[in-house]
Nanobody, 125 residues
Framework: EVQLVESGGGLVQPGGSLTLSCAVSGYISSGASMGWVRQAPGKEREGVAH???????NYADSVKGRFTISKDTANNTLYLQMDNLKPEDTAVYYC???????????????????WGKGTLVPISS
C-alpha cells in the first residue's frame, strides 16, 4: 500500500515563497506519475502540476512560471516550490500518484489513485 505524507504548509504573506514536500512509502510503479492537486475553500479540487516517470513536468496555467515540481527518486520525495504566492493560492495541497496521473493546463486532472491527506497553505498579510 502506498502512503503519501505532505509537509511544509503554513501561513505565507503574498509574494512569499514556500516549499511543500511529500514523503512516499510503499510500492510505486517506476512508470507512475506524481502530482499536486489543491482545493481552495468552497471550491472543487484543481490540478496544480504533475511530473512523469521521465521527470518531465506539466503545470496548470494558474501556477506556471511561479511553481516548480520536482522529485528526488533516491529519497522517495516529491516537492513543490511555490514562489510569488497570491491570496488565490490559498488551499489545501494534496500529493498524489498514479500510473496515468496527469494535470492539464486548465487545472483538470485525472489518473491519480493514491492520495495524501493534504497540507494547508494560507496566503494572507
Amino acid at each position: 500500500e502506498v502512503q503519501l505524507v505532505e509537509s511544509g504548509g503554513g501561513l505565507v504573506q503574498p509574494g512569499g515563497s514556500l516549499t511543500l514536500s511529500c514523503a512516499v512509502s510503499g510500492y510505486i510503479s517506476s512508470g507512475a506519475s506524481m502530482g499536486w492537486v489543491r482545493q481552495a475553500p468552497g471550491k472543487e479540487r484543481e490540478g496544480v502540476a504533475h511530473i512523469d516517470s521521465d521527470g518531465i513536468p506539466n503545470y496548470a496555467d494558474s501556477v506556471k512560471g511561479r511553481f516548480t515540481i520536482s522529485k528526488d527518486t533516491a529519497n522517495n520525495t516529491l516537492y513543490l516550490q511555490m514562489d510569488n504566492l497570491k491570496p488565490e493560492d490559498t488551499a489545501v495541497y494534496y500529493c498524489a500518484t498514479g500510473l496515468l496521473g496527469w494535470v492539464g493546463y486548465k487545472g483538470d486532472y485525472y489518473g491519480f489513485n493514491s492520495w495524501g491527506k493534504g497540507t494547508l497553505v494560507p496566503i494572507s498579510s
